[in-house]
């Protein structure tokens, strides 16, 4: 059995990526993390497919690294952000970023089995991810200092599940995160959804994975493992 851990970087690994098993959600059109206010897991069928063109300009939900033809770069989630003020001479100064957090990209990453991608997982700095901060929000007791990557999504097809790929990859993304100076990660699951509808795995996985029960709730409970 030949297994092995790719960054998703471009179009050609992208299009690796499984589908969701839930066939409502769709990879694509997934905007849950990155808009805390409207972001949504729904499959959205009018949303363009990985190769379809369109007249108007699409959305960043879209897949990042679709060709863009002539309407110039398709969006990136893993280039920085523009930054409008860089070239005013009159605009305040800005204190340089401390930490990796600042200026580190979001990431996704699979694990493949024999050259099949088995098991996927979002992650990254907590900047990227507004939802993650809004949940954070919500327990005053989580520490503020130094503030955590996160580990948004990790999901296995159904074929492959109980084999021990997530572990793996989370193990992988762990050692990622460490390197780059990441002190704690988390993750947070959603308790009472089904294995197909879930892409932030259960708590129980999560324990199995070295991660500590940081905050216990009903519904929404926050799982740390310290780097």
């Known amino acids: 059995m030949d297994i092995r851990i790719v960054d998703v970087t471009d179009e050609a690994s992208f299009a690796l990526l499984p589908p969701c098993t839930d066939p409502r959600f769709d990879h694509r059109s997934c905007d849950y993390w990155e808009d805390a206010d409207r972001g949504s897991k729904v499959a959205r069928p ?23 033809g002539d309407r110039g770069p398709a969006f990136n989630p893993f280039a920085p952000a523009e930054d409008r003020l860089a070239d005013n001479p009159f605009a305040p100064q800005r204190p340089a970023p401390r930490g990796p957090a600042a200026g580190a990209p979001r990431k996704l990453a699979l694990l493949l089995v024999d050259d099949r991608a088995v098991v996927f997982a979002q992650f990254g700095p907590l900047s990227a991810y507004p939802r993650a901060a809004r949940v954070r929000e919500l327990y005053r007791q989580l520490p503020d200092a130094p503030l955590p990557a996160v580990i948004t999504c990790v999901a296995t097809t159904a074929e492959a599940r109980h084999g021990g790929h997530a572990r793996h990859l989370v193990e992988a993304v762990c050692d990622d995160l460490a390197g780059r100076g990441f002190a704690a990660v988390e993750a947070y699951p959603e308790i009472g959804t089904s294995a197909d509808s879930t892409s932030a795995a259960t708590p129980a996985f999560w324990l199995a994975s070295g991660f500590a029960l940081a905050v216990d709730d009903d519904r929404f409970p926050v799982m740390r493992r310290e780097l």
Do not use: D, E, I, V
Not at 54 to 61: I, K, L, R, V
């Open 46 to 68: 009018a949303a363009p497919g990985p190769t379809a063109r369109s007249t108007t300009q699409p959305a960043a939900t879209f897949n990042p690294f679709a060709s863009a």
